[in-house]
């Protein structure tokens, strides 16, 4: 008799029908012998609606009055499952953050979880009642209401895992598994069984926005086995686990992409030390986040520095690094906002060599130009033309054999 | 400087338009110099709602769920009226029930308070913070959210205002004050300046719905001056109060009346102890409520038993009366519908004799016949046909000089 913690995402409990669906699969859960312990999220469109309501007020809203009142959303969702569980005969009690309770730190917003109160959680498990926690929300040490931010339910989920000590947090929500690459680019995406912690954050990262990261995070760090599983559709999901597979690791576990970044490069500086915190340094002044970072080795004297920025970040980045450009007298800047970033990552590629030049070699053959090229140990991303992307992401999927399952 | 607690109703955090109104009515009483407390209900219409969606998801929902989903209506209008406070340079704070706190015993749906921390309020108040807090809700020892039951905002405007001892609790309502009797009814209608806690419990209980009768009790008991006032316009509204007024009393406050009653009479019954509780017994037991009772001297060891009902239990009542009146071996039962109540109130009336023959005299001059007389120390009603209910009002308010101030 596993203890399961499952987390159900806005989607999922988007309507009375969905509420309901979920009550179902709940149920069934249970009937197989496990205890649950869930955790939701609001309404899809209710933590927004909120916000517009509160800007509607006042522009800039204190973040206490909008943890205060956005925190609504979650109460208002326990307590339908709840019900929706009683009256499917399995005895249920919602709980706030607050009456958990999740004690967070005070940075309203995007508080951190510093501890959980498990005691009513367990209890009620043992007397075979089923817990709805609200996610995404806590309490600070003084009571006020704190949120996570940003997809902090899934945060939740992993924490009450790590706290209750689960075999399992299962996340659910409208995808039924992490695939090796997007399926509206590659139809012949498939999805993986499992993948590591480590595939997931950068596969992450690049945006299959299947989970968010700090709940990867946090379940690599507390060694919670993650599964992500669809609410709509029955199926074993993917595990994200902690062990690499047992067979032999397929090389590239995914590809990753992204259309949501810029290119800028500052040509001709001179080529000495301190030259990349000098051009970065504003720019991280500035509040503007960077993500590729490449130099390449200097000819007579000089280099080009050339990094990523978020698409609406680029004319800020752009005016910065003019200015410091001509602080160092280079060359001058150039930039590429029509670019795509493509990543493959697998930590098979650890001990491969080969997989660099395989893709380099794939993309040539289909007339690509790579115009930036940053690895790591278990990813390698180029930075090619937007209009070349989805024949990119092709081209390395089959070329990696990614649609077939590995041995077959 | 006085501490003044300002309870603003549904209608009044209807948009936010009139949230903000209400943040420019608390700005200004504030710049007068004094320290407010507030206590606002949720948006109107949301508690409907949000019970319209517990029951689609489960028709018998759980209380304890209930009060957790409905007390967010609340919750988002206090950050919402902090956020608009915050927005004119007036510093303010959300507080939920749990958060104040506000202890209740554990009946969810219908709470009772039972204690209040005021420690964090004065606090505020103290630094010149307006505290905001959520109406209808509280917290019982468990850390369970709890509702007050409908019009619970009042009563936790005017507990707040007890456990704070604050000079004033004050109402904000759609209109604007206690009326001698409805103006729709008789457009001469006077607001009256200031009325005991006695008259308004009379007139509260028989159709002025200004106030929930609890917080009248409340603030009666707790010795809490209470002012009615409208949120839209400004005025001194009515102020109700234990202290009977200083100026020679007018003999009558106002005139209430209903439509909501059906009259029942068990005829020839024998006159004999007993037969009250015989006839009534079994009318408490299917939990119908009786508002007038009556029974006249009986003639020839008979009498006729006659009460009134609400319009809704009139079928379940003559059913029941009619299995009585069997057993008791009375002649019959005989009910009508089409009638009205009309009250006569004042506190003046203790002194005064002759209200109730003049109160027959108008009537009879406008040829309407009296079915049914009820008296108390401070109030007269008759039980007149339907129909003459406006000619009724307007001839009793003209004939006791209701229209015009005392005085005058």
Redesign the interface.
């Known amino acids: 008799m596993a203890l399961l913690v499952q987390k159900y995402g806005g989607t999922s409990m988007g309507s ?1 029908e969905r ?2 669906h979920v009550a179902s699969k709940v149920a069934a859960a249970r009937e197989r012998g496990h205890r649950i312990v869930v955790v939701v999220s609001a309404m899809s469109g209710e933590t927004d609606r ?1 916000i517009k ?2 800007k ?3 522009p800039r ?2 973040p ?3 943890d ?2 956005i ?2 959303g979650e ?2 969702t ?3 499952l ?3 569980l ?2 499917r005969g399995v005895a249920a ?2 709980y ?1 953050g ?2 958990v309770a999740i004690r967070t730190d005070q940075a309203y917003n995007k508080a951190r979880i510093r501890h959980i109160d498990t005691e009513r959680l367990l209890a009620d498990c043992e007397a075979g009642t089923v817990p709805v926690v609200a996610g995404f929300q806590g309490v600070d040490e003084a ?3 704190t949120t996570l931010g940003r997809g902090g339910s899934d945060t939740t989920g992993v924490a009450l895992a790590a706290a209750l000590k689960a075999d399992e947090c299962q996340i659910y929500t409208d995808v039924d598994g992490v695939y090796t690459t997007d399926p509206r680019v590659e139809p012949k995406a498939r999805r993986l069984d499992r993948v590591t912690f480590e595939e997931m954050l950068e596969l992450a990262s690049l945006g299959s926005k299947v989970l968010q990261i700090r709940s990867v995070e946090f379940a690599g760090k507390y060694k919670v086995p993650l599964r992500v599983l669809s609410t709509f559709q029955e199926g074993p999901g993917t595990l994200i686990t902690l062990e690499e597979s047992k067979m032999e690791d397929p090389l590239i576990s995914g590809i990753a992409f992204n259309r949501d970044e810029s290119q800028l490069t500052v040509s001709g500086v001179p080529d000495r030390p301190g030259i990349a915190a000098a051009i970065l340094g504003p720019i991280g002044d500035a509040n503007i986040e960077v993500d590729m970072i490449v130099q390449n080795v200097g000819a007579d004297g000089t280099t080009d520095f050339t990094f990523t920025v978020h698409r609406n970040d680029h004319d800020r980045a752009v005016e910065i690094s003019r200015k410091v450009a001509t602080d160092l007298h280079a060359k001058g800047v150039r930039t590429a906002q029509d670019i795509a970033k493509v990543s493959l990552v697998g930590v098979g590629m650890r001990s491969h060599a080969g997989i660099a030049a395989k893709m380099f070699k794939v993309l040539a053959a289909e007339g690509i130009n790579i115009r930036m090229i940053s690895t790591s140990e278990i990813k390698i991303s180029v930075v090619i033309e937007d209009k070349y992307l989805e024949l990119a992401v092709r081209a390395l999927h089959q070329a990696f054999d990614l649609a077939e399952a590995p041995g077959h």
Do not use: F, W
């Open positions: 009375v509420i309901d909120l309501l509160a509607s007020i006042n809203p204190n206490r009055e909008l205060q009142m925190a609504t109460q208002v326990i307590a339908l709840a019900l929706a009683e009256k009690r919602s706030t607050a009456q009571g006020n209401i």
